[in-house]
């Protein structure tokens, strides 16, 4: 008796003009995230089998993998029916159950017993050999017997992936990645939708911290978990954050810093070869995220703006963020630059002639370009999780 994983795909299977795209995404990811395990990988159209000595490792890895629907340990047998009610017994041992019922698929219709007739038979082995009832249709267990030429697959604990598409498969986009709560999990959806990532964090030192930029290193190996080859830009922005204070009445400073935030991550895209912009924008959670402010600050760019917590109440943000892992870090209390001399009345329906009159004050735009020139990029290994 052999034991296996079997990975049953999850959304992709409907896609069928892209299938194997997606499958040779998915493999590709799943070889990455097991790196440094022995293993043996085989896959086909509908589904893909992993062969190893380390299958409680490779389950729990798994469990970070886009584009998975879910992960069934399962034995691989002989198909001769002697053998199979053995295999049956060893492989129910330590799994706990008190009602099952046994489906049985005879691939194999030259196997002499009727797919009914085997569940029976099936049925009865585990009766007799553990305390349990059969209930057909809320059972604790559902045992999947499937007869084939090749080999007879039981299907034991299927346990749930996290769906989605495999990483990559839509290309690479920004994520505008702050300390808050809100950026990670913009991240985190993103990746599920198959968009991978590199982070662009702005940075004003001195008025921002080492820990400020440190917690978002560490927020970006979070969600590098979910993808294993995310970069960090840092952009040196205290110069313009600086011209900007001096130059603009007080409360449009908030909605010009975010126009030349937009501006920078439109040059990273641009440079980077990238496809959008995300952001953790939430509508009408703060002044520059409210619609008019929205449309006043996306202006300055023509490039797709993804938001995927835009319709999210902050609750809503707060589980996944606690989900995913994030939620710890997020609140550690380092100020970010957008929240060093927050104004008192920040404009809530600020006017586009307005700001592009105060930006024609001071010349923005080598500053913005030096900001671009002078980012500094962090590549982050999957390991990093577990030594910042
Ligand atoms: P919170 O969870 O506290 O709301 P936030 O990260 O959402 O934090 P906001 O001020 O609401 O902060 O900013 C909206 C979005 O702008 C962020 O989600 C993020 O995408 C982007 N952003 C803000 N500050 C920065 C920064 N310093 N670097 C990169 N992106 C930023
Ligand atoms: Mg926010």
């Given at each position: 008796m052999q034991k296996l994983i079997l990975i049953k795909y999850g959304e992709l299977t409907t896609k069928k003009g892209n299938r194997n795209t997606f499958i040779k995404l998915l493999v590709r990811n799943v070889n990455s995230i097991l790196k440094g395990i022995d293993y043996h990988i085989q896959y086909d159209r509908v589904r893909m089998y992993i062969e190893s000595e380390n299958i409680e490792t490779i389950i729990s890895r798994l469990q970070k993998v886009f584009g998975i629907h879910s992960i069934v340990e399962c034995f691989k047998v002989n198909t001769n029916m002697?053998?199979?009610?053995?295999?049956?017994?060893?492989?129910?041992?330590?799994?706990?159950?008190?009602t099952f019922k046994v489906e049985t698929k005879r691939a194999d219709k030259n196997f002499p017993t009727s797919s009914m007739e085997c569940s029976r038979i099936f049925g009865g082995v585990v009766l007799k050999n553990f305390d349990c009832k059969v209930d057909v249709h809320h059972p604790d267990l559902i045992i999947k017997v499937e007869i084939r030429k090749e080999g007879t697959f039981l299907y034991i604990r299927e346990i749930d992936g996290i769906g989605g598409y495999p990483v990559g498969i839509q290309g690479k986009g920004l994520l505008m990645l702050s300390g808050g709560i809100d950026s990670p999990v913009a991240g985190y959806l993103s990746l599920k939708r198959g968009v991978d990532l590199e982070c662009l964090y702005f940075e004003s030192p001195p008025h921002t911290s080492l820990e400020a930029k440190n917690k978002v290193l560490k927020l970006a190996s979070i969600i590098n978990a979910y993808s294993g080859n995310i970069k960090v830009h840092v952009v040196p922005f205290t110069n313009l954050q600086e011209a900007i204070y001096k130059n603009v009445p007080e409360s449009y400073v908030i909605t010009i810093m975010r126009r030349m935030m937009y501006r920078i991550a439109s040059g990273v895209v641009k440079k980077r070869h990238l496809k959008v912009i995300i952001n953790g924008e939430s509508i009408g959670q703060v002044a520059s995220q409210t619609l008019?402010?929205?449309?006043?600050?996306?202006?300055v760019t023509n490039l797709p703006v993804i938001r995927p917590v835009a319709c999210m109440d902050k609750l809503e943000i707060i589980d996944i963020s606690n989900k995913i892992g994030t939620?710890?870090?997020s609140i550690l209390p380092f100020e970010d630059c957008c929240t060093i001399?927050?104004?008192?009345?920040?404009?809530?329906?600020?006017?586009?002639?307005?700001?592009?009159?105060?930006?024609?004050?001071?010349?923005?735009?080598?500053?913005?370009e030096e900001c671009i020139n002078t980012i500094e990029t962090h590549t982050l290994e999957e390991q990093e999780e577990d030594l910042l």
């Open positions: 002697e053998e199979i009610k053995e295999s049956l017994v060893n492989a129910l041992k330590n799994v706990d159950f008190k008019d402010s929205m449309c006043v600050i996306n202006s939620y710890e870090t001399f927050l104004p008192k009345h920040p404009v809530i329906n600020p006017e586009l002639e307005k700001c592009i009159y105060y930006e024609s004050l001071f010349d923005y735009e080598s500053l913005v």
